[in-house]
């Protein structure tokens, strides 16, 4: 939810494997923490506006599996409050397999989770000044 189509998830999803639908509507062109207040606030409502769109097909049933790239973190930054990510939860067809990735995640989601698994970073190259490297980050 916050990366853009130059990300390398989404760059190998669509090489690799086309018949998974992405939804690009309101890519995010930078990261939230580095937009000026103003640009944040309306790359917030842009993001709404996406879960919105993810929302409508996730309930209609329109898939049997749904994931939501860093939709704990679009949480955690608040561009996607928890009860739109509360009320996806439960409202999303029986059928539906519903993963939300992301750092963060809130409580009230984590007691409604059947599996939780925590990635924890030690070291990062960015950390270090090194920006996205093709074949990894994008």
Partial sequence: ???????????????????????????????????????????IEKQKKKFILFYDKVVRGDYDMVLLDEACAAYAYGSVPLDMLMELVHSKPEKTELILTGRDPAPELTALAHYISEIKKIRHPYDQGMGAREGVEK
């Fill in 1 to 43: 939810m916050l990366k853009n189509g130059d990300s390398g998830e989404i760059l190998a999803i669509q090489k690799y494997l086309p018949c998974i639908d992405i939804i690009e509507e309101y890519p995010l062109n930078r990261f939230l923490f580095a937009l000026s207040e103003k640009e944040k606030a309306e790359e």
